[in-house]
């Protein structure tokens, strides 16, 4: 089993590194965006960003896993605390009020608040047929990470407080609410995924985002956990199950 890494590592992809090779992995560090033959056998996993995963995969038969991309916004508002529209950005250029938005799966679109539609990227910039997630604007006290495994969450961290990155173990509350989660809407995801929940200015969980695993930072989790669910999200597209193929990036 083969750890495919990018040219440039963050922090939490030098932990599962060393994680995987303390299991015994191999660990390999493109330079680029060429797989060398030797790579191109099977049994391959990958820890990336989204655009190099797209780059790599596949040449190395790896079936990239996410959350399909109007997920947020299919979600119940008990789930939400808040009105989430999964919608072309041509639309969204019509808004008259401020509101967050963002790529649903990566960050072609910068994640911010943006005062109304005419501050979005432009159709010079952007494809008017690109699908944005627009949310009501809330405010998160604390959030979290959860690493989700057939339908379990098998680790997490504190990521941001107030705002600020501030990692640190996980709460019993966002267990709790990430339980809770997945016994209501798990089946709509792919067995190995990170979700984003928070707590929000007046005291309710509310799910944040669902974001790849094998494309998100650890922050405090315990990283052996976090590799079991990166090497499922990204693994060879021989093994899927049948559940997960339609959650194929």
Known sequence: MTLVLPPRLTASARTLRD?????GLRTVQLP????????RDGGAHLHAGPSFADAVA???????????AD????LPVAFTRRE????????????RRPAFVKSPNDKGIPALVYADGSRLPGPDAVDP???VLVSDVIVFAAEYRLYLLDGHVVCGSRYAE??????APLSAGALAFGADLLAAAGHTLPSAIVVDAGLTDTGQWAVVEANAAWASGCYASDPDRALDVVLRAAGPAGHLTERDRAFVR
């Open 19 to 23: 994680t995987a090779r303390r299991r």
């Open 162 to 167: 107030g705002g600020r990155l501030r990692p």
């Open 58 to 68: 596949p040449a190395l038969g790896i079936a990239p896993l996410e959350a399909p």
């Open 84 to 95: 989430i529209r999964a919608v072309p950005i041509r639309e969204a250029y019509r808004l």
């Open 32 to 39: 680029d965006f060429d797989v060398p033959e030797g790579l």
């Open 129 to 131: 047929g690109t699908v």
């Open 71 to 74: 997920w947020l916004a299919r």
